[in-house]
């Protein structure tokens, strides 16, 4: 069993920061890609970033230049720093990851229970 506990969101004013952590637990072999997405009230659950497993992140262009993604493996921990945040960027959010269980055969996607950041204009 593999849980992602996310942590970080809150509100803040337009034009300020917040760093979300998601924290990966249970019984892991190995984790592939993290990384975020976010779904706003009445709006498709869309990708923020991803940190692939070798090298390399990829985010969507709305966020590029505002949000870093970056992970720390020895923590199985995946983060998100927003930075310049706007309005548009209220949403809940969503960290996965694919992992590999103990024993399993190949990588399953796991997702966190969301959290919300609601930025004020």
């Known amino acids: 069993q593999v849980q992602l506990v996310e942590s970080g969101g809150g509100l803040v004013q337009a034009g300020g920061s917040l760093r979300l952590s998601c924290a990966a637990s249970?019984?892991?072999?190995?984790?592939?890609?993290m990384g975020w997405y976010r779904q706003a009230p009445g709006k498709q659950r869309e990708l923020v970033a991803v940190?692939?497993?070798?090298?390399?992140?990829n985010y969507a262009d709305s966020v590029k230049g505002r949000f870093t993604i970056s992970r720390d493996n020895a923590k199985n921990t995946v983060y998100l720093q927003m930075n310049s945040l706007k309005p548009e960027d209220t949403a809940v959010y969503y960290c996965y990851a694919e992992v590999a269980s103990y024993g399993s055969r190949g990588h399953l996607e796991y997702w966190g229970q969301g959290t919300q950041v609601t930025v004020s204009s």
């Open positions: 249970g019984s892991i072999f190995s984790i592939n890609d």
């Open positions: 940190s692939f497993s070798g090298a390399g992140t």
